[in-house]
């Protein structure tokens, strides 16, 4: 049995860690978020300290290392922008990390996480959930079986309806969140260059406070991306039916279906990186060197082979 400790346990993603701590027969021994509302923590783990202020909850993890009860493993869901900063406190306690995605905003902090890892002699660990999920695993193994020098058409959405309430917290804060493609789009670039080899050629068509969408040319795929917090973009189908979500990932006309067995890849994430087989630093590399450049380059507008969602009319930030 292991000893967690988790950092961000009133965050939105902070319930599947908590469940996947549990499923895999380890317990919470501390968690801390500047937040209170963590009710949820009664379900799974009770006993754990819980602290509102990073400096009691960093005395409490040298506590319990003193009185050789030491965390091995910190979790990290707090927001994008303190990644960096949470990761490099796990190490210096002498625990090994497992981190939500983004890893990080930029892919020099990567660099200089493996210096901090080299250290303290831990590891860091991201959540690529998408690597583990099944549909994904056969498509992979798919292109491999196939042509070598064949290139397929992809084209991915993603909308996750989101309310005026995003934009007050520090997801709608591009310098915190890493804006739309890193916030919501960071584990499908993942998936695609993991599945379909690394960037050629990268375009960005549309970029705004609530959407984003480009091109790309992988090792073996052409990809047209659209990622949307914007109820307004959904498909007719989806809304008629009072939906929320789309995804859709298609392959030469073929929709690749993955939209079930979300909530169990956390689970499986832990069960992989306590198997001594995570996803470390050098795993985040691809996808966080891809959002960082989306997130730098001028967007095109609509010329060139861009996803057909880039046409629904522009909407005015809700606050400005």
């Not at 040298?62 to 190490?91: M, Q, T, W």
């Not at 973009?233 to 989806?238: D, G």
Request: overall charge neutral; some cysteine.
């Amino acid at each position: 049995m292991k000893n967690f400790a988790l950092i961000g346990a009133a965050g939105y993603i902070a319930p599947r860690h908590l469940k996947a701590i549990k499923d895999t027969g380890n317990r919470l021994l501390a968690a801390y978020d500047k937040f209170d509302s963590v009710g949820v923590m009664d379900s799974y783990f009770p006993d754990a300290d819980f602290f509102t202020e990073f400096e009691r909850f960093d005395r409490h993890v040298e506590k319990l290392k003193r009185a050789e009860n030491k965390i091995d493993y910190v979790s990290i869901c707090s927001p994008n922008y303190l990644h960096d900063s949470h990761i490099r406190f796990g190490l210096r306690v002498g625990a090994n990390v497992i981190c939500e995605k983004p890893l990080v905003l930029n892919p020099w902090n990567i660099e200089a996480l493996k210096e901090v890892e080299n250290e303290h002699g831990g590891r860091v660990y991201n959540i690529l959930q998408l690597r583990l999920h099944p549909s994904i695993i056969a498509l992979k193994e798919r292109i491999e079986k196939g042509p070598k020098d064949k290139i397929y058409d992809i084209d991915l959405a993603y909308i996750t309806s989101r309310g005026h309430w995003y934009y007050t917290s520090w997801k709608g804060d591009v310098s915190k969140s890493g804006g739309i493609a890193t916030n919501i789009g960071v584990h499908f670039f993942d998936m695609l260059t993991w599945v379909f080899g690394p960037v050629k050629t990268n375009q960005v068509h549309l970029h705004t406070h609530d959407r984003a969408g480009g091109y790309l040319e992988l090792e073996k795929a052409r990809v047209r991306w659209f990622l949307s917090i914007n109820a307004d973009t959904l498909p007719e189908v989806v809304k008629a039916r009072g939906g929320r979500t789309f995804r859709s990932l298609s392959m030469e006309g073929e929709e690749i279906e993955f939209s079930d067995g979300f909530t169990e890849l956390h689970t499986h994430s832990y069960q992989h990186i306590l198997q001594g087989k995570g996803f470390g630093l050098d795993e985040a590399m691809n996808s966080i060197q891809l959002v960082h450049d989306i997130r730098h380059l001028t967007p095109l507008g609509l010329i060139g082979d861009f996803h057909p969602l880039c046409k629904f009319p522009l909407s005015n930030h809700p606050f400005h």
